[in-house]
């Protein structure tokens, strides 16, 4: 299943015609990180995706020594659960995403556990603490660097 | 026809705790004795259950093995019961929530170490958020090794308690009990983290955040080995 069907891309693309590549990717588009607050309100408003089902952000460190990271997003429509809309943000080290709580209050939740775990700072959340590890933690662990056996306060 | 007692295969507590008197329906023993097997066999269990051992501990109350049968009743609150059941990993984030259960418990109160990583952590014990076995944090009574334990060794675990609520009661200091040795705690295929496999410095350093935590618990020593914690009887009074 791809990450985008080939209705939900032409309506994309008739939306943001210059912004968006020609071809959608199979595990879903790129998106310009200005425009996704923008995008995720196309497919809410207009085509009817109204279920924030997850985000998951990965951390991609490069040979220079910088860090990248990408933050994908997926949605899904209630009246035809089989069909998902997802997209991808690239982002670099300063490591910034607008949130999408203001549309989905199920982004939440969602966008405090990869702030807690990979360290991707939402704009605009009112609540982003921590969510899985103590409030006193220092690092996040599902960043490639976080080695499991390197010591890390406060625990080791 | 006179039934010879002696060689009786069933020996019921109460029958080591009553005088009987041929011909009368009456029995006499001391309440002090009285109350001691009441107690050994009135253990409530509050169950500190985090992962997968909960569940084969659940099917160590249902009716195959039933460990009410030991009048071990579970109770899902701290205030009413006498012995805590770990059953699962502990997190760093957990520990002192589990603390914080335990001192709530009513005393006398006993703690059981269910599972491998309630006694050590296992092989999540090199994870940074998982702490190194509950006897850092709690003092840890019996230890029921396994992965999970099934149900027939937590009825042995609840017996092995039993035995030290009883010395306990007579006035007497049980041993304490030490770690199962890994070997004989877990499945051989499976690659597991042990205490003889790790740098002991790690070990120690492990221990003493664990210590730095302000948990308490039973502030065991890498240097300790299995051999010397088995057996014998503690100065330390439980």
Redesign the interface.
């Known amino acids: 299943m791809a990450a985008l069907d080939a209705d939900t891309w032409a309506a994309l693309r008739g939306a943001f015609p210059s912004a968006l590549p020609i071809d959608a990717d199979p595990s879903g588009p790129v998106v310009p990180v200005d425009l996704h607050v923008a995008v995720a309100r196309f497919l809410k408003e207009s085509l009817g995706f109204t279920m924030y089902v997850t985000v998951v952000a990965s951390h991609w460190p490069q040979a220079d020594g910088s860090d990248r990271f990408e933050v994908a997003t997926v949605l899904r429509r209630p009246s035809n659960p089989s069909v998902t809309a997802a997209w991808r943000l690239q982002i670099g080290p300063e490591a910034e995403v607008p949130t999408l709580f203001p549309l989905f209050a199920g982004a939440d939740w969602q966008e405090r556990e990869q702030f807690d775990l990979v360290g991707v700072r939402f704009t605009g959340h009112p609540d982003l603490r921590r969510l899985m590890m103590p409030e006193d933690w220092e690092g996040h662990p599902l960043r490639k660097s976080y080695a499991i056996d390197t010591p890390h306060p406060p625990w080791r | 026809m006179a039934v010879d007692e002696s060689g009786r295969p069933y020996a019921h507590p109460l029958y080591d705790t009553l005088d009987h008197f041929p011909g009368l329906s009456l029995a006499t023993t001391s309440l002090d004795r009285l109350l001691s097997w009441s107690a050994t066999n009135s253990l409530w269990i509050f169950p500190m259950a985090t992962s997968c051992c909960a569940i084969e501990f659940m099917t160590s109350a249902a009716n195959r093995v039933d460990i009410d049968q030991m009048g071990a009743v579970i109770r899902p609150t701290p205030r009413h019961c006498d012995v805590m059941v770990v059953a699962g990993t502990i997190t ?2 957990m520990a002192p929530r589990v603390k914080k259960l335990w001192e709530q418990m009513p005393e006398p109160k006993w703690c059981i170490a269910m599972g491998s990583c309630a006694i050590s952590g296992d092989f999540y014990r ?4 998982v702490i190194p076995g509950i006897d850092t944090v709690v003092p840890v009574d019996v230890y029921i090794p396994g992965c999970p334990p099934n149900a027939d060794q937590v009825l042995v675990g609840l017996k092995r308690l039993q035995e030290k609520v009883e010395l306990h009661r007579r006035g007497l200091v049980p041993a304490r009990d030490g770690r199962p040795e890994h070997d004989k705690m877990i499945d051989p295929a499976i690659g597991r983290v042990t205490d003889a496999d790790r740098d002991a410095s790690t070990t120690e ?2 221990l003493a ?1 664990s210590r ?2 302000g948990l308490g618990g039973n502030s065991r020593r890498a240097s300790d080995t299995p051999s010397s914690r088995q057996g014998g009887v503690d100065e330390e009074a439980t």
């Open positions: 760093v984030k090199d994870i940074y958020s350093q492990q955040a730095d935590l």
